[in-house]
């Protein structure tokens, strides 16, 4: 199973919107609902942020969504702030009680 | 508060048995299923398998299975990572995480460990 694809790095300004992709085949992103995206700092675990696409958890900041079109997910980030400078991960249910994750998008605040 | 807390760092022979763990306070331990989940230095994550406590029902991913057993103790809250025989390459940090029963799906992590760092080297 391949990990999915995401840009190495993204970058934005204070208050801007960001966009990171996480691109997939029609076996795991675009045949499932079940896309999630984790937000990890240096050196601490990952944090969930979105599931099933687009869902939030409760806490998670309405400044982060989700969508998916195909095989390809996305993740917005608006309004950056200083804080939201870490690496994001997406994954995917790929069937047969399996899950894959991205490469992993490195997100700058300029 | 729910929590899941790691056993502490570990350096080992090539070829040496290990086990690590993951003890889970504040939540019913046998409802809920747990992963572990591999992040090599500088690299992303990778999922390796998961475990429900209540029934000790185990998947792995394709990728990890036969490199590694994941079990169980639910008399204690606690959920280990195996291996018999480690090499370089597994060196890493490894994380446990708690299933996100918001989700329909289970393999959605909403709690994570603090991470054990395992180095294997001669």
């Known amino acids: 199973q391949s990990a999915l694809t995401q840009p190495p790095s993204a970058s934005g300004s204070p208050g801007q919107s960001v966009t990171i992709s996480c691109s997939g085949t029609?076996?795991?992103?675009?045949?499932?609902?079940?896309v999630s995206w984790y937000q990890q700092h240096p050196g601490k675990a990952p944090k969930l942020m979105i599931y099933e696409v687009s869902k939030r958890p409760s806490g998670v900041p309405d400044r982060f969504s989700g969508s998916k079109s195909g095989n390809t997910a996305s993740l917005t980030v608006s309004g950056l702030q200083a804080e939201d400078e870490a690496d994001y991960y997406c994954?995917?249910?790929?069937?047969?009680?399996?899950?894959?994750f991205g490469g992993g998008t490195k997100l700058t605040v300029l | 508060e729910v929590q899941l807390v790691q056993s502490g760092a570990e350096v080992k022979k090539p070829g040496d048995s290990l086990k690590i763990s993951c003890k889970g306070s504040?939540?019913?331990?046998?409802?809920?299923?747990i992963a572990w989940v591999r992040q090599m230095p500088g690299k992303g994550l990778e999922w390796m398998g998961i475990i429900y406590p209540r029934d000790s029902d185990t998947r792995y991913s394709p990728s990890f299975q036969g490199q590694v057993t994941i079990s169980a103790d639910k008399s204690i809250n606690t959920a280990y990572l195996q291996w018999s025989s480690l090499k370089a390459s597994d060196s890493a940090v490894y994380y446990c995480?708690?299933?996100?029963?918001?989700?329909?799906?289970?393999?959605?992590?909403?709690?994570w460990g603090q991470g054990t760092l395992v180095t294997v080297s001669s």
């Open positions: 995480a708690r299933q996100y029963q918001g989700s329909g799906n289970y393999l959605v992590f909403d709690y």
């Open positions: 029609s076996s795991d992103v675009g045949g499932y609902k079940y």
């Open positions: 994954s995917s249910y790929a069937g047969s009680n399996n899950l894959v």
């Open positions: 504040g939540y019913t331990f046998t409802t809920y299923w």
